[in-house]
């Protein structure tokens, strides 16, 4: 039994995470500001004993024991991270030295949570580890590309410096239950909307695409990273390479739902990536890891959690 930190483990991937390793017979130290995360989504885990809710902000100093830290903590949606961006920075990178410094001091093994998105809007396409991306420094998603690349650098420092035992994930847009109805990404806004018979919101002409992976197999290619031997640092893709239109995702999502919601057009944010979706082939060799569910099946469970929550609302 190891004693694993998880922070972010109040929102949507660290409370699937935290469920995973207490069922895994861990004990878990949830580590949350709930500045997106929800007290809902662990509510079930509380009264778990090998189960610890800790509130705090990882961008202060954080002193306790544990074997393994995984760093989750950092708002992962447009609107949210561009809510206080300055925040969004800090979180990722006071963050990252506050838990690399917890990890050198315990002689922990330590995860970051990174992110496709320190592709940029890629001109490689699909997206190879080896690409360095193409990532626009004062835009306005850059609080959270830029935080979320720094927190890679200051990761591979502490390794090289310091030996630390590190893993980065770079997680390609994932999607299922628990997700916040009102975080503004587009499953769960095209959800959300088709079942309240809504106007389904396109940005932009649609054409962008992205690849979606369902949240149980994104655990288990993050649990599967963390068990890698100590030379595999990473950077590795997770994520479903099948890729789609936001007009697919729309068409299929309001087909899913039986919804009557029309289609409308807004205008596309800016720096919105045209086209992203991951090369697994370096997940596949070093993790023995490839998605395992079908977009079809897991917007099925994912719309079933909506509906449940709207009728028990
Ligand atoms: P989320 O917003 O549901 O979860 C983030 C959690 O971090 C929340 O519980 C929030 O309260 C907490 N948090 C934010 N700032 C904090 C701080 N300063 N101190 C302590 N806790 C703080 O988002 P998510 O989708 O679960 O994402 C989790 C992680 O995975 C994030 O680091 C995100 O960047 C990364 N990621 C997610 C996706 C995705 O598609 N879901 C894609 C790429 C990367
Ligand atoms: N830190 C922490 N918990 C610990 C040890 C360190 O939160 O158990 C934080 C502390 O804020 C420190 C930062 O991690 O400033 C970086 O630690 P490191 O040892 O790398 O550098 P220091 O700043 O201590 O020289
Ligand atoms: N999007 C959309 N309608 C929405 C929300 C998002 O068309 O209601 C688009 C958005 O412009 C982007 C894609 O869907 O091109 C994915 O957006 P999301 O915020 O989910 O993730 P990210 O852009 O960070 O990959």
Redesign the pocket.
């Known amino acids: 039994m190891e004693r694993v930190v998880v ?8 409370s699937h995470l935290c469920e995973r390793l207490l069922a895994g017979g861990h004990e878990v130290i949830c ?7 929800r007290k809902s989504n662990i509510a079930h885990l509380l009264s778990n004993p090998n189960f610890e809710l800790l509130r ?4 202060m100093p954080l002193y306790i024991e544990a074997d393994t830290i995984y760093n ?6 447009p609107i ?1 991270y561009q809510f206080d961006p300055v ?1 969004t920075t ?2 990722s990178v006071h ?1 990252a030295i506050n838990m690399l410094g917890l990890a050198k001091r315990i002689k922990a093994k330590i995860l970051q ?5 320190v592709y940029g809007d890629p001109e490689v396409h699909p997206q190879t580890e080896d690409y360095w991306g193409r990532v626009n420094p004062i835009g306005i998603r850059s609080c ?1 590309d830029e935080g ?1 690349r720094c927190a890679e650098t200051l990761f591979f420092d502490y390794w090289r410096q310091y030996k630390l035992r590190i893993k980065v994930i770079r ?5 299922g239950p628990r ?2 109805p009102q ?1 503004g ?1 587009v499953v769960s806004n095209f959800i959300v909307q088709a079942l309240r018979g809504e106007d389904v919101t396109i940005y932009g002409e649609g054409t962008q695409t992205r690849s979606f992976c369902y949240v149980d197999d994104l655990i288990e290619g993050m649990i599967r990273t963390m068990s890698t031997p100590d030379e595999f640092t990473g950077p590795v893709n997770v994520g479903n390479p099948r890729e789609f239109t936001m007009l697919e995702l729309a068409t299929l999502v309001i087909k899913m739902t039986d919804s009557k919601s029309q289609l409308v057009f807004k205008p596309l944010p800016g720096d919105d990536p045209r086209q992203r979706k991951p090369d697994i082939s370096l997940a596949k060799k070093a993790l023995d890891w490839s998605p395992t569910i079908e977009l079809e099946q897991g917007l099925e469970r994912t719309i079933k959690y909506f509906r449940d929550q709207a009728k028990a609302a």
């Open positions: 922070t972010g483990g109040a929102g949507f991937l660290g580590v949350d500001n709930f500045f997106t995360g705090h902000d990882v961008t989750l903590a950092c708002p992962a949606s949210h925040q800090k979180t963050g949570a990174s992110t496709s998105e959270y979320k997680i390609f847009n994932t999607y997700m916040h975080d990404r």
